[in-house]
């Protein structure tokens, strides 16, 4: 079994520079967490809010190393079959019906029934060889010749039953299909796991990984972040739209804003050939930002104030 080869990234810094060249702004800690990942040949266990950029780590990951992403969506009822193989029984029946012809002359001289099923069965192995055989991401991923970065996504929706299954297939990397033996990867994925905490996870599973933890960003980070992603926003509107995101997440809302959606919104405010924010502004553009309505009453009665905050952070942030 090789080892994803990624000669580029040999320190922490070249991480930065390489998901910096995918438009992903990466912190020191996240770079460091995938180095250490990346060489230790360990999966990453992401967590934290949905939207602050998990699974866009895994794309940019993808990008960087210049290999297939192999995306599993886990979601509750998700078994072996769905996540790593199945038959292709449509396909083996009608290799049958084509080959029915042949079946007399395979049965000819055939003594009793006995003798017959043991021709028959002499010749089940063409049916279930890797031919007939429909793999899905998990084992996609292990028989991808130069490797890939495999996200296993919102493995907190998944069972624990499932969750259970998939340490087996992390610990050695390889699988068993009883009809053909062990299949083992031919080059060892790199592999991201993200969850959004809607359940716990088991320690098992915390142990078999590294952890990485991606909070709402602060300040600094997130003005990176809208200028690299949107270049086409003007800087002190960015500025002005951070800060006041930045407010919004101090208020008692039912989801915050991630960072999903201050991008939404910074393309919201270009698209709309915005020069400044004005309170008619954010209020027609809440919907962009916040998902519940309630959220939106709850900002649209504070905005004078947290409206009022950002513009004097974004005029600190000019003269800093």
């Known amino acids: 079994m090789k080892a994803l080869h990624a000669p580029r990234f040999e320190a922490p810094e070249a991480i930065i520079a390489g998901l910096a060249e995918q438009q992903y702004v990466a912190s020191p800690r996240i770079a460091t967490a995938v180095y250490l990942g990346m060489h230790l040949e360990k999966p990453l266990l992401v967590e934290g809010p949905a939207g602050v950029g998990k699974t866009e780590l895994a794309k940019a990951l993808t990008q960087m190393l210049g290999v297939p992403l192999v995306r599993l ?3 509750e009822g998700l078994d072996e079959a769905k996540a790593l ?3 292709k029984y449509g396909k083996q029946l009608l290799y049958t019906q084509l080959l029915r012809d042949k079946l007399g002359a395979l049965m000819d001289g055939a003594g009793s029934l006995k003798e017959a099923m043991a021709r028959l069965l002499a010749h ?7 031919a007939f055989l429909e793999p899905r991401p998990l084992l996609r991923a292990l028989r991808a010749p130069q490797g890939c970065v495999l996200l296993i996504d919102e493995i907190d929706k998944a069972d624990p039953e499932f969750e259970a299954f998939l340490l087996e297939v992390l610990s050695d990397y390889q699988i068993s299909v009883p009809e053909l033996g062990t299949l083992a990867a031919i080059t060892r994925p790199m592999v991201l796991l993200t969850s959004n905490g809607a359940r716990e996870l088991s320690d098992a599973l915390r142990r078999r990984c590294l952890h990485l933890h991606i909070d709402y960003p602060e300040l600094a980070l997130e003005r990176r972040i809208v200028r690299t992603r949107v270049p ?3 800087e002190r509107l960015g500025d002005s739209l951070v800060a006041f995101v930045q407010g919004l997440r101090g208020l008692d809302l039912k989801k915050l804003p991630a960072v ?3 991008l939404d919104w910074a393309r ?4 709309l050939n915005a020069a400044e924010l004005g309170e008619d502004l954010v209020r027609n553009t809440l919907a962009a930002l916040l998902k519940h309505e ?3 009453a709850t900002a ?3 905005l004078p104030q947290v409206l009022q905050a950002a513009r004097e952070n974004a005029r600190r942030a000019a003269h800093a």
């Open 260 to 262: 999903s959606e201050t």
């Open 300 to 302: 649209s009665a504070a």
């Open 85 to 87: 193989y199945e038959w």
């Open 232 to 234: 086409d926003l003007p």
């Open 73 to 75: 969506q886990c979601y």
């Open 268 to 271: 919201t405010l270009v698209l």
């Open 294 to 296: 309630e959220d939106s």
């Open 124 to 130: 089940d192995d063409l049916f279930y060889s890797e």
